[in-house]
DNA sequence: GAAAAGATTAAA
DNA sequence: TTAATCTTTTCC
């Protein structure tokens, strides 16, 4: 056991991060209890959900629309591709999904394949909480937990698109650039939202405190794609090949925010 | 208790 | 094309 010291690695450990006392890897369970704690009412079902006429511009905070925990209980297969155009954001960052993948029960390549485990315990929980797991040592990879409690499937996050917060986005990235290079790839995504394994759990439908930005990590509603494009999942060689072939990666179409491989992409 | 594999990325 | 990197899960 090497482990020269147990030390948070956060992707986004650069020195000069704007948040004050939550810092990324300061998170910990209480900051999630007390965020989670019940005092704040949202309405997250307003009578507008939708967000039009808002092509370009970041729709102001206080007029977004968070998804409500519904939005979430579907088939990850119907969740996907639904959460394309919607946006997460975290501190000043917000990002928009531009392409997932879904992950469900009795799917070969799908992590709740071994049951529940201390790892895969949200996966199996209440839709629309996150699932977040370290891949390959060193990457966090982002899931939106799918489905009813019990039901294991989750959706991952492959890539995004920039909305705001570009700057914080540059700084935990490490990478000062606007091209799509900054945000295509699940470990980007994870990178640039400068979450670990500990956000794994929490609930993507609870609003910050009065709606400010006080570090936490939600779905908000965004603008349905036009178009868009499926293909085979990313990366599961090893699983069954109907679950290696199935056409459950989904990608806005018409956008260069899209991760490698983009040649299996193809319209529905 | 040990070994293998992994929903990847960046650099060569 | 390949190294980096380490947790999770399985097997003995």
């Not at 394309?84 to 070969?108: C, F, M």
């Not at 959706?155 to 914080?168: D, E, F, M, Q, Y």
Request: include cysteine; charged fraction near 20%.
């Amino acid at each position: 056991m090497k482990r020269t010291r147990r030390f948070k690695r956060v992707a986004s450990s650069k020195p000069n991060k704007p948040i004050s006392t939550t810092t990324d890897s300061g998170h910990d369970s209480d900051t999630l209890t007390s965020r989670r704690s019940k005092s704040m009412t949202i309405r997250s079902s307003s009578p507008e959900p939708k967000i039009n006429s808002v092509p370009n511009s970041v729709p102001s905070f206080d007029k977004v629309t968070i998804m409500p925990p519904q939005f979430f209980q579907v088939d990850a297969l119907d969740l996907a591709p639904r959460l394309l155009g919607k946006l997460l954001r975290r501190d000043d960052v917000v990002l928009q999904i531009t392409e997932v993948e879904a992950y469900r029960p009795n799917d070969s390549a799908c992590h709740g394949r071994f049951g529940v485990t201390a790892r895969t315990a949200p996966v199996f929980g209440k839709g629309g909480h996150a699932y977040v797991y370290l891949c390959y040592g060193l990457h966090t990879m982002l899931n939106v937990v799918a489905d009813k409690e019990g039901v294991g499937a989750a959706v991952l996050v492959r890539s995004c698109a920039p909305v705001s917060g570009l700057k914080t986005i540059q700084q935990r990235r490490g990478q000062i650039t606007e091209k799509p290079v900054l945000l295509t790839g699940p470990g980007k995504v994870g990178q640039a939202l400068g979450i670990s394994t500990d956000w794994s759990n929490h609930p993507l439908y609870t609003p910050d405190i009065n709606g400010f930005c006080t570090g936490g990590l939600e779905l908000l509603d965004g603008p349905e794609p036009e178009k868009i494009l499926i293909g085979p999942r990313v990366g599961i060689e090893y699983a069954l090949p109907e679950h290696a072939n199935a056409l459950w990666r989904f990608a806005v179409a018409d956008t260069p925010w899209i991760s490698a491989p983009k040649n299996t992409l193809r319209p529905p």
